[in-house]
């Protein structure tokens, strides 16, 4: 199994950036894909998630709106769009494989992270 989270950077606020997920190495369609994200200091956060199995999804308060997670079934690689940033969406941000629905939101797999910095 196989994450490769890339996209990230440096961005002003109210700006956007989008994240991807390349996975590979199991069947996508059996899955799903969350994304989660760590800010110095605090703890790791779930931030969005897409079972492809049971088709939930779940987004965090703080960016419901404003995020939004997607697939490009050509490539099995899931996207974060994510809009309207602000300064406290400055994480590194992770995918993770999930196995279990959006409600549960169970992971056995990371990718590396990718850092996002949103300044004010």
């Known amino acids: 199994v196989q994450l490769q989270a890339s996209g990230g950077g440096l961005v002003h606020a109210g700006g956007s950036l989008r994240l991807s997920c390349a996975a590979s190495?199991?069947?996508?369609?059996?899955?799903?894909i969350g994304w989660l994200r760590q800010a110095p200091g605090k703890e790791r956060e779930g931030v969005s998630c897409?079972?492809?199995?049971?088709?939930?999804?779940y987004y965090a308060d703080s960016v419901a709106g404003r995020f939004t997670i997607f697939r490009d079934n050509a490539k099995d690689t899931v996207y974060l769009q994510m809009n309207s940033l602000k300064p406290e969406d400055t994480a590194v941000y992770y995918c993770a494989k999930l196995i279990s629905s959006c409600r549960e939101r169970l992971y056995d797999y990371w990718g590396q992270g990718t850092q996002v910095t949103v300044s004010s």
């Open positions: 897409f079972s492809f199995s049971d088709g939930s999804t």
């Open positions: 190495g199991f069947t996508l369609d059996n899955y799903g």
